[in-house]
Every structure is written in structure tokens, then in C-alpha cells.
């Protein structure tokens, strides 16, 4: 398994852009497909986006698409969420996860952050 520490959520206005980090810990982090997932208030967490070890796949959730884009680099140890566009709809905690062969479900994820808020008032 492999620890993992998001950040980069915060406050921002409807339309506008932040940044998520997940930075992993050990060496075996590009053997790793990444996820992100995000639990709005009341809601169960729900998939967002995932990228292959080798950053040759992407999938994001309809939702997202267009808007949200999931990058990673090896070398540091990092995957990224960039969010434009955003949404009141858009607010939740977003958790990165580890999974040896990735997919869309919870199920295929064994490593899990903390969560980092994301908030776009209405």
C-alpha cells in the first residue's frame, strides 16, 4: 500500500479554477493506477477521474468531463486534479486513491487520502 496526502481544496466562486495534490509516499507509486473520488454533504462518494501507472488512460465521470482534468508525475510522486469551471454542484471532499489495476469503483481502490474540502458557494 502507499499513504497518500491530498491538498490544494479550498474556497472559490462559482466558474472558477483550483488545483489538487496527492502526493504519495514509496517507490512503488508508478506501479499505481490513481483515482479520484468526491463525497458531497448527505451523498455517498461518488467516482470522479482515473489515470493509468503510465498515464496513457484517462476516464472522468460525465459531470466532469470537459472541465476536470487528472495528470500524474511519476517522478514526484504526485497526481493532480486540475478543476476549471467549477460548479456549486462541484462541492465535496475529494479523496485520491491508489488501486493496482484502477476502475471506477471504491472496490478497486486499497490506499485512500485523508480528503481535501472543496467549496464553491451558490
Request: hydrophobic share 30%; net charge neutral.
Given at each position: ?16 479554477s ?12 508508478s506501479?499505481y ?10 451523498k ?5 477521474a ?38 456549486p ?17 471504491e ?10 474540502q ?5
Amino acid at each position: 500500500q502507499v499513504q497518500l496526502v491530498e491538498s490544494g481544496g479550498g474556497l472559490v466562486q462559482a466558474g472558477g479554477s483550483l488545483r489538487l495534490s496527492c502526493a504519495a509516499s514509496g517507490r512503488t507509486f508508478s506501479r499505481y493506477a490513481m483515482g479520484w473520488f468526491r463525497q458531497a454533504p448527505g451523498k455517498e462518494r461518488e467516482f470522479v477521474a482515473t489515470i493509468s501507472w503510465s498515464s496513457g488512460f484517462t476516464y472522468y465521470t460525465d459531470s466532469v468531463k470537459g472541465r476536470f482534468t487528472i495528470s500524474r508525475d511519476n517522478a514526484k510522486n504526485t497526481v493532480y486534479l486540475q478543476m476549471n469551471s467549477l460548479k456549486p454542484d462541484d462541492t465535496a471532499v475529494y479523496y485520491c486513491a491508489a488501486g493496482e489495476s484502477g476502475g471506477t469503483s471504491e472496490a478497486d481502490f486499497g490506499s485512500w487520502g485523508q480528503g481535501t474540502q472543496v467549496t464553491v458557494p451558490s
